[in-house]
């Protein structure tokens, strides 16, 4: 399976992360193990070739997590049940470092369009209102999951999993509304890819600030929102940047942790708890 990352850290973490669930290093088969060593046969009188430079090896790496997406827009029957949709237009497949319970990625296959940032790609209308129609039929598929995992524990949602006449049945607990669909302000990975993630952030793979804020700060832009204007200040480099260093905010209650993230992930376990019972 190939692997995705949400950051270069995400590479050294998981070398091989991909083949359970969301992204970064070789294209594999969905089943594959990772590969064995093998023997080289050793010539007399002659010198194994050099090694690359060590500081060449990671701009190697990055390179290939950076593009790994392209292989699920071009071959994604090659990558199992973590691919949850393909049309003509997109491929939606599961976040393999899920930064919460529910954690999508939406991919669009056009070709003009699937290299290009975000403010530069959804300046074109047509192209906008596919995404928006196709990551809003993704949203329902997250909210659906979410209702899978977590609604059982919720009062709100009780009535409905007690009915019996299910013609009838009351709404229960909107689950939608816990989803969000947007875009990071400037994607690390080349080939462009909409988020959509439940809110609670409830993931061990949340493991410092960037993975926090990047998705609980403006630099998480709403697809609604695009196309930017162009004075937009989410278009800034420098603004965004400091939405990736500012301190951590509970995104339920608005308690300000500082840099304490030891602190926040305490703290998310417990409101993830309460918001899982609403």
Known sequence: MAEQAEDIDDIVDHPAGANSLEHDDEPSSASSKP?????????PKRKAPASPEPEKRPKDKAARWRGALV?????????GSQVLRVTPNTVLIKDSFPKATVHLLLLPRSEKHSLLRPNEAFAD?????????????????????????LGSFSVSNKPRLEATDYTNRPPGRDYLKEIKVGMHAHPSMDHLHVHIISKDMHSPKVKH????????????????????ADDDVRRDVGFQNGNLSKDFKCWRCGKDFGNKFTQLKKHLEEEFEEWKKE
């Open 35 to 43: 590969k064995n060593a093998f023997a080289e046969l050793m010539a």
């Open 71 to 79: 292989q699920y827009i071009n071959n994604p029957s090659s990558f």
């Open 125 to 149: 209308p047509a192209f906008l209102a596919i995404v928006r129609e196709e990551a809003a039929s993704a949203a329902k598929l997250a909210a659906a999951e979410l209702e899978r995992l």
């Open 209 to 228: 600030k960037k993975h926090y804020n990047s998705f609980n700060t403006e630099f998480f832009i709403p697809l609604v929102d695009y196309p930017l």
